[in-house]
């Protein structure tokens, strides 16, 4: 049995500072995380308060890396993949030497020196394949277990979107469709026998970066702000924390300042 939590830590490492003169690195997340709540992210990037960590899906990583495997056979062959065939997307998977570089979302990523702001924007993607075009569209994995029909939520359609615009800033030519590879456990089989089938489906998304370069500028502003922002019209953490707090403080007991005693005479309250 896994257990999970009981490891918060107050982060010490990668915080901004306002003096600092070296780029600052921000991830894609981290840009989510301001777009939901721009307070729970000033405590975040600032002084290493972050949000509680929620469990992994290990079984979504797994569907992930199996993913991975098989676009990379066709990688290696240059061929189209038959998910691609059957939606009449003609397109192979991008071979590039910094693929596994692009990947690697918690330490590299694809990156991008946003000279305005000083921010060294990156993100880990899941794929990326090349159009009949010479365009490069991105590739995200998804893994659910849904009866009803798929719909993207808008932090994936974001998701995707800051991919997009980091690629362009590298100076590809990225097309504004992105896919999703959507893999929807089912749970109409009669039983489980040790393995557990899946509808794929491709779901085409047209970005929009537009909106990318703005909010990297908001986020500069509220980190050199020297008071935290208002929360998130939908953050519960922020809620939860005010919550908490107050009721907390009914609990602290007024300090009372004890009476001098004789052998006191003399001293001045300092310890040297």
């Known amino acids: 049995m896994v257990e999970f939590g009981g490891n918060y830590k107050v982060r010490q490492r990668g915080l901004f ?14 840009i989510e995380n301001f777009l939901e709540c721009p307070r729970c992210s000033y405590l975040d990037l600032r002084f ?13 990583n797994a ?18 993949h038959p998910l691609l065939g059957a939606y009449g997307v003609t397109a192979t998977p991008f071979d590039h030497h910094e693929l596994n570089v692009w ?15 000083n921010l060294l924007v990156r ?16 590739v995200d994995y998804k893994a659910t277990s849904k009866k009803k029909d798929i719909e993207l939520y808008e932090a994936y359609k974001r998701q995707a979107e800051v991919y997009q615009w980091l690629f362009r800033r590298n100076n590809f030519k990225v097309s504004d469709t992105a896919y999703f590879v959507y893999v929807n456990g089912r749970t109409d089989a009669e039983a489980f026998d040790g393995k557990l089938e899946f509808d794929v489906k491709l779901i085409p998304h047209k970005g929009d970066d537009s909106w990318v370069e ?29 919550a908490a707090g107050k009721t907390l403080l009914k609990f602290v007991k007024p300090h009372k300042p004890r009476a001098p005693k004789k052998d006191d005479e003399g001293k001045t309250g300092h310890l040297f």
């Open 103 to 117: 990947r690697d979302a918690r330490f590299n990523g694809i990156k991008h020196h946003h000279s305005p702001t």
């Open 214 to 242: 703005p909010t990297l500028m908001k986020i500069k502003k509220m980190l050199v702000g020297d008071e935290p922002p208002a929360p998130g019209k939908r953050c519960d953490y922020c809620p939860y924390r005010e």
């Open 63 to 80: 569907v992930d890396e199996l993913l991975k495997k098989e676009f990379d056979l066709h990688r290696a062959k240059q061929t189209v």
């Open 17 to 30: 500072d306002p003096r600092q003169s070296e780029p600052f690195s921000l991830s894609r997340s981290k």
């Open 48 to 60: 290493g308060v972050g949000r509680p960590e929620t469990p992994s899906f290990t079984l979504n």
């Open 123 to 138: 993100g880990g993607i899941d794929d990326v394949w090349r159009n009949d075009k010479g365009e490069l569209m991105v």
